[in-house]
């Protein structure tokens, strides 16, 4: 009877608290078998540079003093934000190819009876470029690729139907270098054009001499500081470029953990006045593990690093709450990358704490110092921030939307902007103001923290898995919202039907964070959770520990007299042995 009275407490414990959730989370790495890889473009003409001729080519001078300004500028729509211009959008406005008029490119009729035509374009002195297509409507048959032509290696596409985001409307993805070709193929030359070409977005040339020139001198190279792995989660964050309003800026950014054990979704946290338009986040690239290979190395050059295009803008708020800018990135981060935990506390007053960053767009960079909240920002609601004082290392344009960290990858803030302008004069008087997590939670929790109801309790990795969430009363196409009295936002979740394949995954975690007067550089003890699926005919033998995380409810075979300890917001739950 003992049992039996324990079993049902047991049940009712867990059915009521399949709706609660923990309001912190602790870093994740996404395994190999997590990531999809993105398409690879291949060129139908691979001998494009004697194919082109140079009556083929359109020349776009160097920029104008007037395309120029404001470029390597921090723009600052208040004195705080930082946000930095490198890249500028060059107007073109051609029509692509007809049966009646081919110009200005070159058609070339293939062995198979399809048709190749093929432009190259030319911006004078850009480190990189991205075409702008309008109007793209490519029928069946009908691609378009972009590539290098002085390295056949690179090339992006291919774009298909209405593009990458079905509008018609968009931006290829960067090439490296002054000029590029676009390559139109098709079963025959249209009747009427299938796209049209807006123009180019030009990236400023000369990021390495302004990167040397330009960036503050008294950042910490985070290579520097990652003996014996410390900050081994500083892969999770990432350098963005994107284009807005005819413009190319770089900020940075970090992915975010969600609580759901069979997903790993590509999560991004970023600044609202980085991105607050879905336009924007159309155009985003963000660049991976763009680090030094040692202590004050030579990093990469960015065309030899990974990185993920595009992004469904998912919810943003502006500076009246905590700046946030959220995202789901299209294609997935490489293997082996961290996706930061989380804390939606709003206690961290003293804390230590440090931020990792791409300043100006720059290799990473980390400072460290603490939450004082001893400066008043003008025109931020000191409630909705954290201020940071430093003690080593400081933040500056492009470092906007970057995490504030405590503990072992833990955010708590994403960065708004700081004061002064030159803050390694006296670093004891730079402050930064770091949009509070806890005020931007409330937005985003139906994301980052809902748990489908699960028939195994198998870990899947799959970053094109959706979730049926419809919102109510924004219509946003994943989540259903219900608004409390108290504002506070509810989401439901419901899976879908189709089951995950098994997969068993060690996913690494470290312990909550301590506050200490100095951070150390120790990496944490490493917790597992292993998840397997056992026959159908025995049964499951299961023991989860979920960090910070509600359970799914097991079967009732699965339930001992000892089986439940509740400890704040955490539950252990284990099975009978």
């Known amino acids: ?283 985003l690239e963000v660049y991976w593990r763009y680090d030094t290979p040692f202590c004050n190395g030579t990093p990469p050059e960015l065309s030899t690093l990974s990185r993920s295009i595009g992004a469904t803008l998912l919810s943003t708020r502006d500076l009246s709450v905590s700046d946030f800018c959220f995202l789901r990135l299209t294609q997935d981060p490489p293997s082996g990358t961290y996706f930061l935990g989380w804390n939606a506390a709003d206690n961290f007053i003293g804390t230590p704490i440090h931020g990792i960053h791409h300043p100006d767009g720059s290799f990473k960079r980390i400072s460290f110092g603490s939450v004082t909240q001893d400066y008043n920002f003008s025109n931020l609601n000191e409630s909705n921030y954290w201020v940071v004082s430093w003690t080593s290392g400081v933040t500056e344009g492009g470092s906007s939307g970057s995490p504030l960290i405590m503990g072992q990858g833990v955010l708590i803030g994403s960065l708004t902007g700081g004061v002064p302008d030159n803050p390694c004069a006296n670093i004891s008087t730079a402050r930064d103001a770091y949009g509070r997590f806890s005020k931007t939670y409330p937005f985003i929790q139906g994301w980052i923290n809902v748990i489908p109801p699960s028939p195994t309790p198998t870990r899947t990795f799959t970053s094109t898995a959706t979730e049926t969430r419809t919102p109510t009363p924004t219509q946003t196409p994943s989540f259903t919202r219900t608004p409390t009295a108290t504002a506070t936002t509810t989401f439901t979740a419901t899976p879908t039907a189709t089951p995950s394949p098994t997969r068993t995954a060690t996913p690494s975690a470290t312990p909550s964070p301590t506050r200490t007067a100095t951070e150390t550089q120790t990496p944490s003890p490493t917790r597992t959770a292993t998840f397997t699926q056992s026959p159908t005919t025995t049964k499951p033998r299961l023991q989860q520990i979920l960090r910070h995380r509600q359970p799914h409810s097991p079967p009732r075979s699965e339930i001992s007299s000892s089986c439940i300890r509740s400890t704040g917001k955490v539950f252990l739950i284990r099975s009978q042995i």
Request: a negative charge; hydrophobic letters at 40%.
């Open 1 to 283: 009877m003992a049992y039996l009275r324990c079993f049902s407490l047991a049940l009712i414990l867990i059915w009521t608290l399949r709706g609660s959730t923990a309001q912190q989370a602790l870093p994740e790495m996404m395994p190999e078998e997590a990531y999809t890889a993105p398409p690879k473009a291949v060129p139908f003409s691979l001998a494009a540079r004697k194919a082109v001729p140079a009556a083929n080519q359109i020349e776009l001078p160097p920029l104008s003093e007037e395309e120029a300004e404001g470029i390597f500028e921090t723009e600052n729509p208040l004195q705080e934000a930082k946000r930095i211009k490198v890249g500028v959008d060059r107007d073109l406005y051609l029509s692509g190819p007809t049966a009646a008029d081919p110009s200005p490119g070159l058609v070339t009729q293939l062995s198979d009876g399809t048709v190749l035509w093929t432009l190259r374009i030319r911006s004078e002195g850009a480190l990189g470029t991205r075409l702008h297509i309008l109007d793209c409507s490519l029928g069946a048959g009908e691609s378009l690729v972009v590539y290098n032509p002085g390295n056949l290696g690179e090339a992006v596409g291919p774009f298909e139907g209405k593009g990458p985001d079905g509008s018609g409307d968009f931006y290829t993805p960067t090439v490296f270098s002054q000029e590029f070709v676009i390559e139109y193929h098709a079963p025959a030359l249209p009747g009427k054009p299938a796209f049209r070409i807006k123009g180019v977005n030009h990236l400023a040339r000369d990021l390495s001499e302004f990167f040397q020139n330009k960036v503050l001198p008294c950042h910490n190279d985070i290579s520097c500081f990652t003996g014996n792995n410390a900050y081994y989660y500083r892969n999770g964050i990432g350098r963005m470029y994107f284009i807005d309003g005819g413009s190319g800026y770089v900020c940075s950014g970090a992915l975010l953990v969600d609580v759901d054990p069979n997903t790993f979704i590509p999560y991004f946290l970023t600044a609202n006045h980085c991105i607050a338009t879905q336009a924007a986040a159309n155009t």
